[in-house]
């Protein structure tokens, strides 16, 4: 079965310091990965994805993440911290495969960032 | 702008009461979907269509209907709420292949008392 798992309720982070938020994966085939961040009563806003190619993907917001197929994760890094940044992150798998739910994403149950000045 | 509009965003009703929350984008896009997201279990897809006049069970569409009439709208309809409904619910929408990303909706919180 796939999934996604986020093994971090909350990660708390002095601003300037950098952050990692954890994200590791099950799936058959190759990966399509995906993160989200959800601001307080706000939708998921798209920050970056891996599809294939370079294992270090830059997104929005000087956000990048780290694909390491041997280690199944997908872990997202930020160089410094701001405290904008406090909000609840979520990694997320295209499932689907050999089924016709194609669009489906799989979410890890979500992180909380605090990013404390 | 490319947009997912979700309404209404916040939702109290009565057990039993229908209820539908409309979701209309307008991407183009062929495939939408609805989540629930609840704590500690992050977000679940309730129901999904790949076009119009598609459409499927996700994990935990128990308690719901969708329909999809037009591309651009994927309204979600509680026959009969419960208060086990109460939860907060994502439309999204995308191309559904691949690598492409999901826009999602800004939320609709629903309390079913």
């Known amino acids: 079965a796939q999934s996604v798992a986020q093994p971090e309720d909350q990660v708390n982070v002095a601003e300037g310091n950098p952050l990692t938020v954890k994200c590791t994966y099950s799936v058959s085939g190759n990966p399509y990965l995906f993160w989200y961040v959800q601001y307080p009563n706000r939708g998921l806003q798209f920050l970056l994805k891996?599809?294939?190619?370079?294992?270090l993907v830059k997104g929005s917001y000087g956000f990048e993440a780290e694909f390491n197929k041997s280690q199944t994760s997908f872990h997202l890094k930020k160089p410094s911290a701001l405290v904008s940044d406090s909000a609840l992150y979520f990694c997320a798998v295209r499932g689907g495969h050999g089924s016709s739910n194609t669009g489906k994403l799989i979410f890890g149950q979500g992180t909380t960032l605090q990013v404390k000045p | 702008e490319a947009q997912v509009t979700q309404n209404p965003r916040y939702l109290i009703t009565v057990t039993g009461k229908k209820l539908t929350v409309t979701c209309s984008q307008n991407?183009?896009?062929?495939?939408m979907s609805w989540y629930r997201q609840d704590p500690g279990l992050g977000l679940r897809q309730i129901y999904y269509?790949?076009?119009?006049?598609v459409t499927d069970k996700g994990d935990v569409p128990e308690g719901y209907k969708v329909s999809r009439k037009e591309k651009r709208n994927f309204p979600l309809i509680l026959e009969s709420p419960s208060p086990n409904q109460t939860s907060l619910y994502f439309c999204?929408?995308?191309w559904g292949q691949g690598g492409t990303e999901a826009f999602f909706g800004q939320g609709t919180r629903l309390t079913v008392v």
């Open positions: 991407m183009n896009h062929e495939y």
């Open positions: 891996y599809i294939t190619g370079d294992n």
């Open positions: 269509s790949m076009n119009v006049e």
């Open positions: 999204a929408s995308s």
